[in-house]
């Protein structure tokens, strides 16, 4: 059997970009039948965007303006092109933030995700996700029955039923949170039952830490991570090679500063934003809040597409500030009126109780530029704050455009 689900796991990168930019022009006009995307793309020709340089000219949708979106447009925002009755189910995350499924199969795309962590036809899943209200349980569930296995729907709680159904069922692996698998398998052994039956493991929802990882290894367990969010379905996955996570095949994926919608260099950590080619929930330049970075060359195990370093943190760092807020598209705004600054990162202490601001700013000048940043800071923030001019390439590549260095304990 083939160590990929299917060929356009191994095609040339530039076959595979070629595909994507031609069928690019299609998803934005299918887009633009969702009210949302007919506002907000009004004046974009969607045959002219056949590029990523075209792409990244489009307005960026993040995740936390789509509460607002569905409470003025019910129950989607705007954003679905196929009505919520010729949809399969809608759910809900907390927030609340609703989302559909469609009819599709596998219609989230998690059983590449499966069939690289080892999953095969024929073998029994437990499903640690849950099924209520929320979508996980349901993004795994469709792709183990896509790739022809048949799922245990264990859901969430429950420690010790789910554990003698193990006992019982022998599944070959299971796929939910790595924290749960952990307490199921601490379970077992308290009680003494056999569940050496579990040999594999997709796991997501949650960081998956080095101690996680040498437990399972102790025990036979080989775990791999998905990266998947209910919006998009998924993202991203590991592979044997160990070696970061491996886009999945239908999507656009751009790395962008916080704040902004301006793509990175690559390697460089910023907002992981996401275009997919869904026919019912066309989510085009979706910002996740997640940050990453690209990852350069191919992976070892022969899969061709780009692979990101996974999960690193959230990149909506707004902070209060002398009880205001202050948000990464502040500090965006900023750079956009100096162009000398290459990156910056604004760092907010609290000497002697006072908090203080001070933008750290990779930039050649003297005192001149430093008062003028100062006067934009002020002019946007509506507060004083310090500016320190730094040499390039000193900042932190994290992804941080904030940084809350204050103590509060």
């Given at each position: 059997?083939?160590?990929?689900l299917?060929?356009?796991?191994t095609?040339d ?7 994507l930019?031609?069928?690019?022009p ?6 633009k039948a ?8 009004a ?10 340089a ?15 979106l ?9 954003l ?16 609340p ?11 989230w ?34 792709g ?13 709680g ?16 299971y ?10 398998i ?10 050496s ?30 990266y ?11 592979t044997?090679?160990r070696?970061?996570l ?11 500063r916080p ?14 934003v ?58 965006a ?36 530029l ?10 946007i ?7 320190l ?21």
């Open positions: 059997m083939s160590n990929y299917d060929a356009l796991e095609r990168p530039d076959e595979r970009e070629c595909d930019m031609a069928r690019l299609a998803q934005v006009a299918r887009a969702a009210s949302h995307f007919a506002a907000a793309l004046g974009v020709d969607a045959t002219a965007v056949t590029s990523r075209a792409l990244a000219r489009l307005p960026v949708l993040r995740k936390h303006d789509l509460i607002g569905q409470k003025t447009c019910p129950p989607l925002g705007g679905n092109a196929t009505p919520v009755g010729g949809l399969g189910r809608l759910f809900s995350s907390p927030g933030i609703y989302e559909p499924e469609g009819l599709a199969a596998d219609w795309r998690t059983a590449r995700a499966l069939y690289a962590g080892g999953f095969r036809p024929g073998e029994l899943v437990h499903n640690s996700f849950s099924y209520h209200m929320t979508p996980g349980g349901w993004i795994l569930d469709a183990a029955r896509a790739l022809g296995c048949p799922v245990f729907p264990g859901g969430v429950q420690t010790e039923q789910q554990v003698q159904a193990i006992a019982d069922l022998r599944p070959a692996g796929v939910g949170t790595p924290s749960f698998l952990k307490i199921l601490e379970k077992a052994e308290e009680l003494k039952v056999d569940v039956s579990l040999k594999k493991a997709v796991v997501s929802g949650e960081a998956l830490f080095p101690a996680q990882k040498q437990f399972f290894a102790e025990r036979g367990i080989d775990v791999f991570q998905a998947a969010t209910a919006d998009l379905g998924l993202i991203a996955y590991e044997p090679a070696e970061g491996v886009l999945e095949e239908s999507l656009i994926l751009e790395i962008v704040g902004t919608g301006d793509p990175v260099a690559e390697g460089e950590v910023g907002e992981v996401v275009t997919t080619f869904n026919a019912d929930y066309p989510l085009i330049r979706f910002g996740t809040g997640d940050l990453s970075a690209v990852l350069p060359g191919a992976s070892p195990c022969g899969r061709s597409n780009t692979r990101i370093k996974g999960w690193m943190g959230r990149a909506d760092q707004t902070t209060k500030v002398k009880g205001m807020f202050v948000h990464p598209e502040q500090v705004e900023v750079l956009k009126r100096h162009s000398e600054i290459k990156r910056a990162r604004l760092v907010v202490t609290n000497p002697d109780g006072n908090d203080l601001m001070t933008l750290h700013c990779e930039a050649a000048g003297g005192d001149a430093t008062k003028a940043i100062a006067e934009s800071l002020r002019d923030t509506k507060l004083r704050g310090d500016v001019l730094v040499a390039p390439g000193s900042l932190p590549n994290d992804g941080k455009v904030i940084e809350d260095g204050r103590k509060y304990d």
